[in-house]
């Protein structure tokens, strides 16, 4: 009975109420964006040879940091899940730092490590490598801010695999690798491309900190900001749609992959 | 042959041992109640959780300090923990080594129709069936079960006891069988190991274990069994609440306070009055049906203590038994066990 008032018309329809507001206020704006600019002033801008190596710096930088923060991230989200101890808890805590840290100082410690007069900068360009103002200082930027979605919902995904399988897997005679790449990473993988798929949103949105280490190349955000700033709003809406249409057909395709891979 | 030397470890705050124990090519049931150290020892076996101290070997070789995947030990963990990401060939195949004959094993253990299906939509006897066969696809030199039955509905738990014994007795390894139920060690072990608190108290066959439990803890695991307080009164008395009755007195000394116990199918209810000194008057306080037997509780007069004991139905019709009903009850010579 208890279930069945929990589960009635009634209360379900206040509660679509309550998360409809807020759904809304997710579309207006966006459908006000889409509605605000010609389609055909979008095909102009995607015709732009700039504006193409913009999409694609973005695109590319966004890649590279979702790999990046995927092959150092969920190693470090497994161990994080199986090690039950303080000192977890305070790693758990410093990867959640750049998410609490505002963007455009996570840029500034970021410079002060790779920057043209930090120690870091300045040994890899005498070695010829450009940690800022490059394609690898907006990589640098984005991992920083968007590696700790990777890590942080592939430990929820890893925390969700019952150890007891892992046990059982290696008392059947497979070895720690095994069991990791046969048992606990398919039934972790919806969570981890979730992770991959949010720390990607994030990269290809990152602003403030891709201003202060790589002000060029351009990615897309900085573009629209230099629109917005010399030429007035409307003119970064078209590169702003194309930004969200960018990100959205990501999503879809991650989230796809993300699905229930195992039916 | 599996052997446990002073074999000891700390789990979640719960000491385990140290525990001596040998298992030949047989099944060894481990017997106790919730929170023992049952599950604790199969994972020490195993090498899930670490030994503090002693030594595990199998068949000559020790294993104490290697990794779970190199000791030929497996482990069937209660609920099968089967791999929900793979259907029920996928996980068999999983651990097969290829030595063994996968098909054989399926029909053995009757999985054809099973075997394509998602391990989610299982039901609970199937899950065992099939970590069953995973766990012997690897040909193990010991096989450890956890709780196989615990969740199974009577019916299945009863068919699948009897399916279980049939399959051990084919095998020739080590067996440990873990449960906390006493008709699932009965039938399906060679001999049952009581342990309570994380020792292990009496090792036996079942039949020696049920009839002669060391102590009323022992007694106390192996059914609704009865223990008294008594004192040996002489060579072949005792003296039980101010009445002397006939037992097995083995030599004790008299004057000594000691326990003894009957178990309730080994108490019978007589008619007719006698001068038997093992038959006493009582009071049924309580009655309960339990299908084809009551369980009677009786008050006796000279006691305090009462007497449970197990009537087949039919017994219990004929002699028109009722709570509150006077009757005799007789503790058969032959069935009183001194602790």
């Known amino acids: 009975m208890r279930q069945e008032s929990i589960l009635s018309p009634d209360w379900l329809t206040v509660t679509l109420v309550l998360g409809g507001v807020l759904v809304c206020y997710y579309l207006v704006p966006v459908a006000a964006l889409f509605l605000s600019v010609p389609l055909g002033d979008v095909i102009v801008q995607m015709s732009d040879p700039s504006v193409v190596q913009v999409v694609a710096t973005s695109l590319v930088g966004a890649t590279i940091s979702t790999v990046v923060a995927t092959v150092f991230g969920v190693p470090l989200s497994y161990w994080l899940s199986r090690e039950q101890s303080r000192r977890s808890s305070i790693i758990v805590g410093i990867v959640v730092l750049p998410l609490v840290l505002p963007p455009i100082v996570s840029g500034m410690v970021l410079h002060m490590v790779f920057g043209p007069s930090a120690p870091i900068g300045r040994l890899a360009a005498a070695v010829g490598v450009q940690t800022w103002r490059s394609l690898l200082g907006v990589v640098l930027a984005q991992t920083f801010v968007a590696s700790p979605f990777v890590v942080v919902t592939s430990l929820a995904a890893f925390s969700g695999v019952d150890p007891t399988l892992e046990a059982a897997s290696r008392s059947l005679g497979k070895g720690r690798l095994t069991t990791v790449y046969r048992i606990t990473l398919p039934l972790a993988m919806p969570g981890i491309v979730a992770g991959m798929a949010l720390a990607f949103a994030r990269a290809m949105g990152e602003f403030g900190a891709t201003m202060i280490m790589a002000y060029h190349p351009e990615t897309m955000p900085v573009r629209i900001w230099l629109a917005f700033s010399g030429r007035g709003v409307d003119t970064a809406f078209p590169i702003a749609i194309l930004l969200v249409l960018v990100s959205v057909a990501v999503l879809v395709v991650l989230n796809t992959v993300a699905s229930n891979p195992w039916t | ?339």
């Open chain 2, 1 to 339: 042959m599996l052997e446990l030397t002073t074999l000891r470890t700390s789990y979640d705050a719960f000491d385990l041992g140290p525990i001596d124990l040998t298992v030949e090519n047989e099944v060894l049931a481990v017997l106790g109640p919730s929170g023992s150290g049952k599950t604790t020892l199969l994972s020490t076996i195993a090498g899930i959780v670490d030994a503090d101290g002693g030594m595990v070997t199998l068949n000559g070789t020790e294993l104490t300090e290697r990794p779970p995947e190199d000791r030929d030990v497996v482990l069937v963990f209660q609920d099968g923990a089967l791999f929900p990401h793979m259907t029920a060939r996928e996980n068999i195949n999983y651990a097969a080594t290829g030595a063994t004959p996968i098909d054989a094993l399926i029909e053995t253990l009757e999985l054809t129709e099973v075997l394509d299906r998602n391990v989610e939509t299982l039901s609970g006897g199937e899950r065992q069936r099939v970590a069953l066969a995973r766990s012997l696809a690897t040909e193990p030199g010991a096989l450890l079960l956890d709780e196989p039955l615990a969740n199974l509905d009577a019916p299945i738990r009863h068919r699948l006891r009897h399916e279980l014994r049939d399959l051990f007795v084919s095998l020739t390894i080590p067996i440990v069988y873990v449960t906390h139920n006493q008709r699932d060690a009965a039938v399906v072990s060679d001999r049952i190991a009581v342990i309570h608190d994380g020792d292990v108290h009496q090792v036996d066959t079942p039949t020696e274990l049920f009839a002669h439990p060391e102590t009323p803890l022992v007694a106390s695991f192996t059914g609704n069994v009865n223990v008294f307080r008594a004192r040996i009164a002489d060579h072949d008395r005792l003296e039980w609440s101010g009445r002397r009755m006939c037992a097995p007195i083995d030599g004790r000394d008299v004057g000594q306070s000691v326990q003894f116990c009957i178990r309730p199918e080994h108490v019978s209810v007589v008619q007719s009055s006698t001068n038997n000194p093992n038959v006493f008057a009582g009071t049924v306080t309580k009655s309960v049906f339990q299908g084809s037997s009551y369980n009677l509780t009786v008050q006796l007069k000279h006691a305090t203590d009462p007497v449970r004991l197990t009537l087949s139905s039919r017994t219990y019709d004929r002699l028109e038994l009722a709570e509150q009903e006077q009757l005799r009850i007789k503790l058969n010579t032959n069935y009183i066990h001194i602790i």
